[in-house]
């Protein structure tokens, strides 16, 4: 089995590519209005929009609803990356749940909401363990 992606059901499909765009700094790949793909190394995070959720099962998602899973990217410099979103959002709020921290688990986070209320974490491990983990160099 390999895992492919993640897929967020949402009421504005621009607008959250648009948000995640920004984060990732990578180009949507985008199947119609409806459906866009953010490809990055580790797996893709899809969005898609609450007009296909029939095509599942009526009810079966709901955009804007989640409050189980986080959404997370390994990078570099999370404070870097911290300052880069606050730049690049300018007079668009960045609802951070977490500034930049030192977790016990060997990564320093960030955590903060999209627009429809999903957390997103963004992590640089900062440990030798936690580095061995991802593979990153010291």
């Excluded at 009810?59 to 409050?67: D, F, M, V």
């Excluded at 016990?104 to 986070?109: D, E, K, L, T, Y």
């Excluded at 999209?114 to 580095?131: H, S």
């Amino acid at each position: 089995m390999k895992f492919v992606s993640a897929r967020i059901i949402t009421a504005d499909v621009p607008r959250l590519v648009a948000f995640y765009e920004r984060v990732t700094g990578t180009a949507a790949v985008w199947g119609n209005e409806l459906f866009a793909e953010l490809p990055t190394v580790g797996g893709t995070l899809a969005i898609g929009s609450d007009r296909t959720v029939a095509l599942f099962g009526e009810g079966s998602a709901e955009p804007a609803a989640n409050r189980t899973v986080i959404v997370e990217f390994l990078v570099d410099d999370v404070d870097a990356d911290f300052a880069r979103l606050r730049d690049l959002l300018g007079d668009e709020p960045l609802e951070v749940v977490t500034p930049p921290t030192d977790m016990p688990w060997g990564n320093r986070a960030l955590l903060f909401r999209d627009p429809d209320g999903n957390l997103v974490n963004l992590f640089t491990p900062v440990t030798a363990t936690a580095r061995a983990k991802f593979g990153v160099r010291p």
